[in-house]
């Protein structure tokens, strides 16, 4: 983006979820894998589609489209998150359908989502589009009260 002023403007990692555009600040990501062989877990909230090793670590792999209602298969890239995001230090990772970029978001191309929920940060206003801003420890604890909630 030209014309960015560096010292305001954040980085996002772009990633497309049933051919929709979204994002989260990559404060929040260590890296981005292939989706590899996922042990699922009995009775788990509907969300979690299993765990994976991810080089010695038991990694729970979450589906975004469930907690955000969207339809479709579960996507075959894993966004990993900082396990020092999510309160209870948990190593989880989004399964996605595709990463799309690394991007810089000038302040003034961001505005307030147009309906109240805590897990949509904002949206980027973009030339082609719209990118929704979505916050993981948010989803991560609406994920967490829903599973409480049907135990």
Known sequence: MTGTNEETARQVLEFRLDGEAYCVSIDYVTEIVDMGDLTPIPNAPQHVKGVMDLRGETTA???????????????DRIIIFDSAVFDDERSIGWAVDSVREVA?????????????????????????????????????AAGSTAARAAD
Do not use: Y
């Open 61 to 75: 792999i979450i589906d975004p489209k469930v907690r955000l209602d969207i339809d479709g298969a579960v996507g």
């Open 104 to 140: 810089r978001v000038a302040p003034e191309s961001v505005d307030d989502p147009p309906v109240e929920r805590d897990h949509v940060r904002s949206i980027v206003k973009r030339d082609d589009g719209f990118v929704i801003w979505v916050d993981p420890r948010e989803m991560d």
